[in-house]
């Protein structure tokens, strides 16, 4: 008998939430195929802090999925969909039968300003660095970071609060830094509560704000901008795509039109390009195959939540709005594994990968009732973790070094230079 076959298109974060969900909720018996012209999965969301000196983004080899999960992957593109028949073609010429695919292939980054540093990750670290470089010798006194849309705004706010934590180390206050955006006041789209602490931290670093105005449609006094792409797509023969080239989806993650197939993240017509919200439409669409295979699986719809971990240079603030007026932020964890990308699966995945235990699904947490006592007790088991990792590293325990280091990790989104450095050397000593 056929097994029944599954394929997923895209190694980013939908594509690989999708993977995992389905495996989870369709159990063994059916096979997963995921296509994607890269070896490795990156996490993209992590490199805004790696031209402030923090470690490289994780990297994970997709094979791990084959390993782990059972999932096989082939090293491709998809070319083409014929829906009617229920077959993919795919770069190399080969034809690919399914009996429901999901399309999780992102969307291009474009730049939009001239004359900017366009940070769309990984490959724009060393332009980033490059601005930072000037600043230090003074010829860049000023710096402006721009954003093209309201959509997902998150990562600005980060490079704007790292540059200013960089320059506060480095002592240069005479640096003016500003952030110009769309939104009617910052990180809008998290609600009251985050717009409150975001428009706090800007203050108290003094990053200056302009609300509601598009870096492009004024004048903009800077000696740098520092900016945030454009998505964009160009449709994909086969499926359907809208006048901006994004494929329609229903809230199951059903592709309009078409039968059995799928798609998430950044290709869909979802106005907010988020990982987060990517790996819930995956979620969504990995229960509505495995409802349509026959298995005992309820066919959620997507409900958004948004949950946003901001990098800050000192604690990370947790950020989480769930649609219905309830906006939380907090400087503990509002979800666990504190995961930078929020995905049921793929959090806890990614933890594991990088040594860090956890639970196997992502969950939600309540905020502290006492914020000022948390933040107390924050700061004290930071620094005693801090303490103890060197100690054990010097002490020549390096296991429990690392994880000393992940519990600082966790409390802070990201390793600082000097931790990341002890991170590199134990690992090296193991
Ligand atoms: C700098 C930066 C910071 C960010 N910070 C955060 C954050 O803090 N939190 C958060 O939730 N989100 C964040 N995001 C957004 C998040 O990374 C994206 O929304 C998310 O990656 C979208 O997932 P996706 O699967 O749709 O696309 P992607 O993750 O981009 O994956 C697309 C995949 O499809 C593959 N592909 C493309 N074409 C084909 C083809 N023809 N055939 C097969 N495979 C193909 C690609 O190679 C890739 O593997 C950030 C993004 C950036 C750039």
């Known amino acids: 008998m056929r097994r029944e076959r599954v394929v997923v298109a895209g190694g980013g974060v939908g594509g690989v939430e999708a993977a995992l969900a389905l495996r989870d909720l369709c159990g063994d018996a059916v096979e997963i195929d995921l296509v ?16 402030f000196g923090y470690e490289r983004a994780q990297h994970v080899p997709l094979g791990r999925l084959q390993r782990s999960h059972g999932i096989r992957v082939r090293r491709d593109t998809l070319e083409e969909v014929h829906p009617g028949v229920r077959e993919v073609v795919l770069g190399d010429g080969s034809v690919l039968g399914y009996d429901a695919l999901v399309l999780a292939l992102g969307a291009r980054q474009e730049a939009w300003l001239q004359g900017s540093v366009c940070f769309t990750g ?36 980060e490079l704007a609060l790292l540059t200013a934590s960089w320059c506060a180390e480095r002592r240069l206050p005479e640096v003016r830094l500003e952030i110009v955006t769309p939104e009617p006041e910052p990180l809008a789209l998290f609600g009251r509560a985050a717009a ?15 609300a509601g105005e598009l870096a492009s449609a004024g004048t903009v006094d800077a000696d740098a901008v520092v900016t945030l792409p454009l998505l964009r797509r160009t449709p994909l023969p086969g499926a359907p795509a809208d006048d ?26 979802q106005p907010v390009k988020q990982g987060g919200l990517a790996a819930q439409q995956a979620d969504a669409a ?46 503990d964890a509002l979800w666990w594994p504190p995961t930078k990308i929020a995905g049921r699966y793929l959090g806890p995945f990614l933890a594991h990968e990088a040594h860090a235990g956890g639970t196997p699904m992502l ?13 107390r007790d924050r700061d004290e088991v930071r620094r005693m973790a801090a303490d103890l990792a060197r100690a054990e590293a010097r002490w020549g325990d390096h296991h429990a070094a690392l994880h000393w280091l992940d519990a600082v990790e966790r409390l802070d989104g990201v390793l ?15």
């Open 122 to 157: 990984p490959r724009a670290v060393g332009a980033v660095r490059e601005v930072l470089e000037r600043m230090a010798t003074g010829e860049v006194a000023s710096v402006c970071f721009a954003a093209p849309t309201v959509s997902w705004t998150l990562p600005l706010y």
């Open 36 to 51: 994607a012209p890269e070896r490795t999965f990156v996490y993209r969301a992590l490199s805004v802090a790696e031209p």
């Open 244 to 269: 901006a080239g994004f494929v329609p989806v229903d809230a199951h993650s059903a592709v309009t039109g078409l039968d059995a197939v799928y798609a998430v993240g950044d290709i869909t017509d």
């Open 363 to 375: 969950v939600d947490r309540m905020a502290p009732t006492d914020a000022e006592r948390a933040a």
């Open 196 to 210: 409150d602490a975001v428009t706090g931290l800007l203050r108290d670093r003094g990053v200056g704000l302009r």
């Open 286 to 331: 990995a229960a509505a195959i495995a409802h349509r295979l026959g298995r005992p699986v309820d066919p959620e719809p997507f409900r958004p939540v948004l949950r946003g971990l901001l990098l800050t240079g000192v604690a990370a603030a947790f950020l989480r709005d769930d649609g219905d007026g309830a906006s939380e932020a907090a400087f």
């Open 416 to 430: 600082g230079p000097e931790l990341g450095e002890l991170r590199s050397r134990c690992r090296a000593a193991l």
